[in-house]
Every structure is written in C-alpha cells, then in structure tokens.
C-alpha cells in the first residue's frame, strides 16, 4: 500500500483553494493508498491557529478538522518537517506539497497542488 503525506501548505489548501484532496487523490492514484500526516505537521497547524490572522487561521481550523473527519494516520517526525517529509520521500512515499524548496529536496514522483484546482503527480 502507497502512503501518501500531506504537507502543512496543502492541507491549508482545501480552505484557501476550495478543492477537495481527497477525491482528487482518487482520481490520480490507482493503488491502495494509505493518507498520512507528520505530528509536526498538525503543531504547524495549532500554530498557525493561535497565531495567525482570520484567513489563515481558517484554514489550518478547517484542515485540522478535515484530517480528524477522515481519520487521517499521525505518523512520528516531530523535529524538521522538511527533512522528514523528505526522508519519507526517499523511501517510497508520496508528498504532497506546493512548497518549491521542499519540492527540490524531494525524490520524484511526488504530488502538487496545480492552478488552485487539481492536485498532479510530478515525475
């Protein structure tokens, strides 16, 4: 089973953008896929949530509801999310992500959020 990793920017995506991931992910995967999120992903979240201003706010709201609903799996990496989401790229993960510097670092194939609307696997 494939296992798929959402990064900070692309669960904030589903409020900013409106676009629902998960079906998208249906229509581009023809595996069995397990979704997963790093724990320093969902603190980013938290954060963002105390933080930031009304737009950002709701979204990372939003996002952090979305994965509970979908009992999304919390996988361990607490410390440089970067680094992590890229270490689980090097073996075998999916990430998907619009961050162009993690982009760089991850191994291909990976997955991004194109014209606000789709997400694309890049290879």
Request: proline share 2%; glycine share 4%.
């Amino acid at each position: 089973m494939k296992k798929v990793i959402l990064d900070t920017n692309a669960v904030m995506a589903i409020a900013e953008f409106r676009i629902d991931i998960f079906a998208e992910l249906e229509k581009i995967l023809d595996v069995p896929y397990q979704l997963g999120v790093l724990e320093g992903t969902l603190k980013e979240l938290e954060q963002i949530v105390q933080k930031q201003r009304l737009r950002f706010k709701k979204a990372a709201r939003l996002g952090l509801a979305l994965l509970k609903a979908k009992k999304v799996q919390i996988l361990p990496g607490e410390a440089q999310v970067d680094a992590v989401l890229s270490d689980y790229s090097r073996r075998g993960a999916l990430v998907l992500t619009q961050d162009r510097e993690l982009k760089k670092r991850l191994s291909k194939p990976y997955l991004t959020i194109r014209q606000k609307k789709r997400v694309v696997m890049v290879s």
